[in-house]
């Protein structure tokens, strides 16, 4: 399963950018998704994501505010929309869409390959 993310680049300080992501073969739906970003060194961590089964939206302290996940189900797509991004915000956002086997979600993630975000001062 191939999950494609597309929408990220340089980016100023202050700036925004959305980040979109989707697939040819899985469809996003009742298992969840999210995003996650990895800055150098770091490790991965959940950015924004939509819960399976709820729906629940839960974002990181360090973007709640600022950025907004969104499903449309017309496009099979999940996008990122990230407004005021810092240098902070820097690093490969990775897309994630949940697994569900016997139509039961398994709590593990399909994932992207990533796109990388640089925010310059």
């Known amino acids: 399963v191939e999950l494609v993310e597309s929408g990220g680049g340089?980016?100023?300080a202050g700036g925004s950018l959305i980040l979109n992501c989707t697939s040819a073969i899985?469809?996003?739906?009742y298992c969840g998704a999210g995003w996650y970003r990895q800055a150098p060194g770091e490790e991965r961590e959940a950015v924004a994501v939509i819960s399976a089964y709820d729906y629940k939206i839960t974002y990181s302290d360090a973007v709640k505010g600022r950025f907004t996940i969104s499903?449309?189900?017309s496009s099979n797509s999940i996008a990122l929309q990230m407004n005021g991004l810092n240098v902070e915000d820097s690093g490969v956002y990775y897309c994630a869409g949940g697994k569900s086997l016997y139509?039961?979600?398994?709590?593990?993630?399909?994932?992207g390959r990533g796109t990388r975000v640089t925010v310059s001062s």
Request: glycine share 10%.
């Open 71 to 73: 499903h449309d189900r």
């Open 26 to 29: 899985y469809t996003f739906g």
């Open 10 to 12: 340089p980016v100023q």
């Open 103 to 111: 139509d039961q979600c398994t709590g593990e993630n399909y994932w």
